[in-house]
């Protein structure tokens, strides 16, 4: 299939678009590269030795964005385009609505008007908020705590009205848990600007020597160790889960929990990743961090058994290729 690929040069983009050509699909990507670089596409080309066709484009300009629809018939398309940190959302509420939900509209439109009626599109388990674990695709959802996870919640909604509309368009919705890892190339990965948010990228990064110590937010949660526990996911198995997504399309709108389904604590993570690596990582216990929740896993059978989809890497590769990556990267 010929695919469509919005922020294809960002983290989850680039693997995926790894991922696709390695399946024999062809793509386009459009990014306005407000969060990545070009040079994530000339790895791509060296993974896979193809060309990617790139247009700098933001999503958000309709007019921009038609003519990319117009020089190519596309089959597909997966939207990845989007502002993500959620602390940022908070201070940029207006920035991160217009962004995220514009994109999504206009992305939709143009899709339809021109056939386009594969359409898969990232969400996140943020939108389950402070459910009971583990979390499912049948439960309703609860607010999220911050503007980033309604823009998800709210573009959710869009695309199964617009599915609902229109017999033909077939929806994937995917629920990524928490994304980490890198090619095992060491060439493309996740390289955030200023000081990371999340936790693997500020692990690898005390590593590395960069920063002075982690500070893990709180003990005193109700997990096994007080620390926060989440479902760490490879993200070049997160990519296999969109060509499966691409390739199990059916009328309507779907949605897909893409995690593991295993949750794992703050300190386990550290502790797994001192040992892959052998490298120490100091931390040290603080506050809570306002926002957040104590557990975060998925409920991971329906994307087996509807997609035919699993997980495959464990913690021990993640931590090996997110420190491979780190150790190349020049930034
Ligand atoms: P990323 O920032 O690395 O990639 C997003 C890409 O979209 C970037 O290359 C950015 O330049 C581009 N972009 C943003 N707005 C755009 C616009 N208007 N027009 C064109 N390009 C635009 O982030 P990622 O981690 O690869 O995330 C990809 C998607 O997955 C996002 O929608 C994100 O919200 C979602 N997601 C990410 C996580 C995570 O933890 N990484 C978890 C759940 C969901
Ligand atoms: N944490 C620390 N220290 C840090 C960073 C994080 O202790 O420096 C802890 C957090 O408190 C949490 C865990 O590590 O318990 C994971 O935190 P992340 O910031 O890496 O990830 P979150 O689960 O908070 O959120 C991420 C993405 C969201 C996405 C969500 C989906 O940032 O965009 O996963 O589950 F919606």
Redesign the pocket.
Known sequence: MHILV?????????HTVVSLIEEGHSVVV???????QLS?LDSVKKITGKDIPFYH?????ESELEKVFQAHSFDGLI??????AVGESVEKPLAYYY??L??TMVLAKLAQAYGVNRFVF?????VYGDNQVPFHEGLDLLPTTNP?GET?AMSERILSDAAKANPNFAVSIL?????VGAHESGLIG?S?NGIPN?LMPFVTQVAKGKLKQLRVFGNDYDTVDGTGVRDYIHVVDLAEGHVAALNHLTEGAHIFNLGTGKGTSVLELVEAFEKANEIEVPYEIVDRRPGDIASCYAEASKAKKELGWTAKKGIVEMCRDSWKFEKNFQG
């Not at 919005?6 to 680039?14: L, M």
């Not at 459009?30 to 990545?36: A, H, K, R, Y």
């Not at 939207?79 to 993500?84: N, R, V």
């Open positions: 919005t922020g294809g040069a960002g983290y989850i983009g680039s459009v990014d306005n590269l407000s969060n990545s994530a484009v933001d999503v958000t300009v939207h990845f385009a989007g502002l993500k962004n995220n514009v994109s990232s969400s996140s388990a943020t980033y998800k629920r990524y848990f928490n994304p996740e955030p999340n």
